[in-house]
């Protein structure tokens, strides 16, 4: 398994940004796939989450603002992120759900910081 997320930088306030996840060595479409983040001093939260179906789901913390979307043909995994603030700086990471609200496949992270 190996993932690769791009597409970080840094963005004023209110920005946006679109996350890139590509991904290689497994059957990319029929697994639940996860962004997550970590801000420095804090622990990995779990952002957004897409089903093989499409269903998705996200934290409180961002809904009405992240769009969780997936290319299955193209087996990438995006994150569309809008109206930006502070509080999103952190490293995103892309993961696979390999079992019930287990993850694997951690690539390196893209930085994302909003000031």
Request: with cysteine; proline share 3%; hydrophobic share 30%.
């Amino acid at each position: 398994v190996q993932l690769v997320e791009s597409g970080g930088g840094l963005v004023q306030p209110g920005g946006s940004l679109r996350l890139s996840c590509e991904a290689s060595g497994y059957t990319y479409g029929s697994v639940c796939m996860g962004w997550f983040r970590q801000a420095p001093g804090k622990e990995r939260e779990g952002v957004a989450a897409i089903d093989s179906d499409g269903s998705t789901s996200y934290a409180d913390s961002v809904k009405g603002r992240f769009t969780i979307s997936r290319d299955n043909a193209e087996n990438t995994l995006y994150l569309q992120l809008n109206s930006l603030n502070p509080e999103d700086t952190a490293m995103y990471y892309c993961a696979r759900e390999y079992a019930t609200a287990q993850f694997d496949g951690w690539g390196q992270g893209t930085q994302v910081t909003v000031s």
